[in-house]
């Protein structure tokens, strides 16, 4: 019985995290897409491929410092606004990639698979090097 209630002892933290960091993606895919020129997963039911990865390596860099951030927070607060961060550096991403590639923003429109791996690559590295940026 002692087993079971240690168990449980840490589910309201885990759904209270886990419940955020939800919202929080929730809401950095729809942001993402409106601060981009063109909608990824408007481009993606399209079957565009080179939308895809684009959203995806945006995605994942956006979660790998935010699961870094639920790891370390010293609360619900602190985490979120790691995760305010965590889509600075993915906007910031994109800029980048904007700025190696100068005709990125139409390339990812007209499906060039190539310009989506490469923010995909520069997001997940952004989202790795923010992560292990953050000290606790």
Same mark, same amino acid.
């Given at each position: 019985m002692d087993r079971l209630?240690?168990?449980?002892?840490?589910?309201?933290?885990?759904?209270?995290?886990?419940?955020?960091?939800?919202?929080?993606? +929730?809401?950095?895919?729809?942001?993402?897409?409106?601060?981009?020129?063109?909608?990824?997963?408007?481009?993606?039911? /399209?079957?565009?491929?080179?939308?895809?990865?684009?959203?995806?390596?945006?995605? #994942?860099?956006? #979660?790998?410092?935010?699961?870094?951030?639920? /790891?370390?927070?010293?609360?619900? +607060?602190?985490?979120?606004?790691?995760?305010?961060?965590?889509?600075?550096?993915?906007?910031?991403?994109?800029?980048?990639?904007?700025?190696?590639?100068?005709?990125?923003?139409?390339?990812?429109?007209?499906?060039?698979?190539?310009?989506?791996?490469?923010?995909?690559?520069?997001?997940?590295?952004?989202?790795?090097?923010?992560?292990?940026?953050?000290?606790?």
């Open positions: 209630q240690a168990l449980f002892s840490g589910s309201s933290a885990f759904a209270l995290y886990f419940g955020a960091a939800l919202v929080l993606l +929730v809401a950095f895919v729809g942001l993402y897409n409106l601060l981009t020129p063109y909608s990824e997963m408007a481009l993606i039911r /399209e079957g565009n491929r080179s939308a895809a990865p684009a959203l995806g390596g945006a995605i #994942v860099g956006f #979660v790998i410092p935010v699961g870094k951030a639920i /790891e370390q927070s010293s609360s619900l +607060v602190d985490m979120i606004v790691w995760a305010a961060i965590a889509f600075v550096a993915q906007v910031a991403a994109y800029g980048a990639g904007a700025l190696l590639v100068p005709h990125f923003r139409r390339t990812i429109g007209e499906d060039h698979l190539a310009s989506g791996i490469l923010l995909a690559a520069l997001s997940v590295a952004i989202g790795i090097l923010n992560a292990a940026s953050m000290t606790s």
